[in-house]
């Protein structure tokens, strides 16, 4: 089972991307797909997670609630992140996160998004 990143690039500050995650594989369920980020030097940091039981919950960081919105389809295990109003501080290598319900988690190989006039 892989989780597969797509979209990413340069966008300038103000500006939108959007960056989307599928699940390669056969897996039965998930509990969580979500988005991490990552600058050189640093951690990595959740982003924003969502997860659907009975019903859509997602969660965000401070640094991108009101920017940043995810949405997900379950049966297909697909997640996107729409970025709004970028800011250079969003500049990052951004992941793609599964954790299963046996508690693993599966990361993507991430995918560049630079925010740059």
């Known amino acids: 089972v892989q989780v597969v990143e797509s979209g990413g690039g340069l966008a300038q500050p103000g500006g939108s991307l959007t960056l989307s995650c599928a699940v390669s594989g056969s897996i039965f369920g998930y509990y969580l797909m979500g988005w991490f980020r990552q600058t050189p030097g640093n951690e990595r940091e959740m982003v924003a997670d969502?997860?659907?039981?009975?019903?859509?919950?997602?969660e965000y960081s401070d640094s991108v609630k009101g920017r940043f919105t995810i949405t997900g389809d379950g049966a297909k295990k697909m997640v996107s992140l729409q970025m709004n109003n970028l800011k250079p501080e969003d500049t990052a290598v951004y992941y793609c996160r599964l954790r299963t319900w046996a508690g693993s988690d599966i990361w993507g190989r991430g995918t560049q998004v630079t925010v740059s006039a």
């Open positions: 969502y997860r659907s039981l009975r019903e859509e919950v997602t």
